[in-house]
């Protein structure tokens, strides 16, 4: 699914059938080992490793204070080995890491997330309007006081909703966590008793707004769903969903598949001339932001200024494109001005005022990098696109043809000494074995005559650069 917004695309999301991801699922699992000097557990739930329950994951942090947490309770005052208990994903396994879970079930709908373990309501901090925000705690108050004593928060979407709405979300909220308390009480261990919308439907219950123009569809059965959804929840919506029968795949219709293939390599070109560097680690990501053939017209600081300025617009875009998140360093172009490194950092945090991920962006240093956090869920475009590459084993370089031939060498003279035998043939790669025979002769006739053997060069097409075979003869 994508997110085209002015022309341009903003975000990407992916599910494959029988790969779905798991968070907002919710299992009924057993701790398979409790970890006191981690504060935290391993709990069985059916994936394939282990997943990971933290102490603090099993603290309701309640939505009406701020900056009020308390230290979490030691974990083996908590969990006992073999204990069951019902947990939710929170983050989906990510490379060799398990799931991460918590204790604190949240179920969301269109407007509200029910907190069944807490007792009050919060409402997003994106509803600015101070009147609005009174309105809807007093709202939710009044109903919840009716029915249950549920804790909610009140989602950016409920920004001007009506009681009806609110009550009727309430309702289905009820129905749902009283079917997965049923379902708990009747399955085995490591079961999943509960699992989150579609990846269709979810994105119509969490972008669906009044700026969205219109939903386009290629898949028959997935639009009856989505019809079928916004009948029950957001009728108003209905007809903003449409068919689409066109003969070019939709994607290639805006641009989609080209931007994803741009957003899989390291350089993103700027208008400007300038470039962004992007390089995803497991500890980090880094970006590198340079002039590259942008000369500027007036002077070099200038010149820096525009291309850090511009580099703003396109690092927050592509955060959410490429759905990278943990720690992101940006290096920007050194400024000397303080107005224009004020500029940029003010020209960074608007650009990601858009990004509905939790973001913690803190000052430029003195070296021009800025240091930031983005909250990570899932994995990111490209590592669920491709995977590590077969020659290199992901180190994004191969060894050199001159490099492969002085191992070749040193192979030869291991095995000419070691083995018995009247002739050597070295398998290798087309451009290895020319790079030997061209540049390298007279190396392999003192081979030839230090070891007492010949020597044969075989070429292997299948072989990649770096692979080569010394076989006895």
Known sequence: MALVDGGMLQEVWQERAGRNGHMGNIFVGRVSRVLPGLQAAFVDIGLERSAFLHAADMKRQDPALENGET???????????????????????????????????????????????????????????????????????AMRDAT??????????????????????????????????????QVEVATC????????????????HEKVDRVRIDAMDVLDAARKFTRSFVPDWHDRIEAYTGERPIFDLFGVEDE???????????????????????????????????VGSRNLEETIYKTNLEATQAIARQLRLRNLGGIIIIDFIDMNDEEHRRQVMRSLHRALECDSVKTSVSELSALGLVEMTRKRTTESLERRLCITCPVCSGRG????????????????????RQFEANKLMVMASPQVVAQILDEHSASVAELEELIGKSIRFQTEEQYSQEQFDVVLL
């Not at 974990?75 to 204990?83: K, W």
């Not at 009140?154 to 308390?181: C, H, P």
């Not at 050199?400 to 040193?410: G, K, N, Q």
Request: proline share 2%; with cysteine; glycine share 8%.
């Open 193 to 208: 008793i509960y699992e989150d919308l579609s990846l269709p439907l979810r994105a119509l219950r969490d972008l669906m």
């Open 71 to 141: 230290a979490a309770p030691a974990i083996t005052t908590l969990l006992r080995v073999g204990e069951m208990l019902t947990v939710q994903v929170i983050k989906d396994p990510l490379g060799s890491k398990g799931a991460r879970l918590t204790t604190n079930i949240s179920i969301a709908s269109r407007f509200l997330v029910l907190l069944p373990g807490c007792n009050t309501v919060g409402v997003s901090i994106r509803i600015e309007d101070e009147d609005e925000r009174v309105r809807l705690k007093q709202r939710l108050n």
């Open 260 to 294: 994803i293939e741009a957003a899989l390599h390291r350089q993103v070109q700027l208008k400007s001339g300038g470039y962004l560097v992007f390089d995803q680690t497991e500890a980090m990501t880094t970006i590198d932001v340079n002039t590259g053939g942008f």
């Open 397 to 416: 370089s191969i060894k050199s043809t001159a490099t492969v031939c002085l191992e070749i060498f040193r192979e030869i003279m291991r095995s000419g």
């Open 148 to 185: 249950n004593g549920y804790g909610y928060i009140v989602r950016t979407n409920a920004e001007g909703v009506s009681d009806f709405a609110l009550a009727a979300d309430m309702v289905y909220l009820g129905k749902v966590w009283q079917s997965i308390q049923d379902r708990a009480a």
